[in-house]
């Protein structure tokens, strides 16, 4: 979250510039419903069928299925626990 809100006295350079890309994609997001500029890598619109996030770094990159093996171990014990029996 200090990344988003930018609240640590800390951050090295290379964290700031991460910071202030991160920064950036939330407040487009807030002004306008679209965290997407023309001068930004594209954050794709997630669905059911296209798990892609951002991988924010110094030079950030678009990641498919990122973790998704623990996703399916939660999901699994999600649907064990909430939805069994309905």
């Not at 669905?47 to 171990?73: A, G, H, M, T, Y």
């Amino acid at each position: 979250l200090v990344y988003v809100f930018g609240t640590s006295p800390s951050l090295s350079p290379e964290q700031q510039k991460i910071s202030d890309l991160m920064q950036t994609y939330w407040t487009n997001l807030a002004k306008t419903g679209d965290p997407n500029a023309p001068s930004l890598l594209a954050w794709p619109k997630f669905s059911e069928l296209n798990d892609s996030r951002i991988n924010f770094s110094l030079e950030p990159s678009i990641v498919q299925n990122f973790r998704s093996d623990k996703c399916k171990f939660w999901r699994t014990q999600y649907d064990a626990r909430f939805t069994s029996g309905q």
